[in-house]
Structures are given as C-alpha cells and as structure tokens.
C-alpha cells in the first residue's frame, strides 16, 4: 500500500517553521530593550540629541542638550 507523502512533508515543514519562530521570539524577548536601546541611541544621534540610559534595558531616552 502506497501512503501519500506530501501531507507528512507539509507537516515537517510546519513542525520546523513552528520552532524558529518560537527561537526567534525567545531571542527577541532576551535582548530585546538592547536592540530598543541601540536604536534609540541612533536615532538620539540623528536628532542631535543626547541619550540617557534608563534603569532597565529598553528605558533609554533622548533629551534635548
């Protein structure tokens, strides 16, 4: 008896989408106020203003000078 292959592959496929995402989410969650932090320096740079580091990684804001 021949058993259709095309459901198991699409179910693998699923199966491994499914874990990068939960990865990429968990890296996301880990360091994500680093990366809210980085980008607020750069664009307190843009706007030619200063950054001040926040209690809590994320909680970095510009001010004027």
Do not use: H, R
């Not at 699923?14 to 664009?43: E, N, P, W």
């Not at 001040?52 to 004027?64: I, L, Q, R, T």
Request: some cysteine; overall charge positive.
């Amino acid at each position: 008896m021949k058993k259709n292959q095309k459901g198991q592959a699409l179910v693998e496929y699923l199966l491994i989408i499914a874990v990068i995402s939960v990865v990429v989410i968990s890296i996301v969650k880990l360091f994500g106020g680093y990366l809210q932090d980085s980008m607020t320096k750069s664009s307190c740079a843009l706007v030619d203003k200063v950054y001040v580091e926040g209690a809590k990684p994320g909680e970095g804001m510009c001010v004027d000078k």
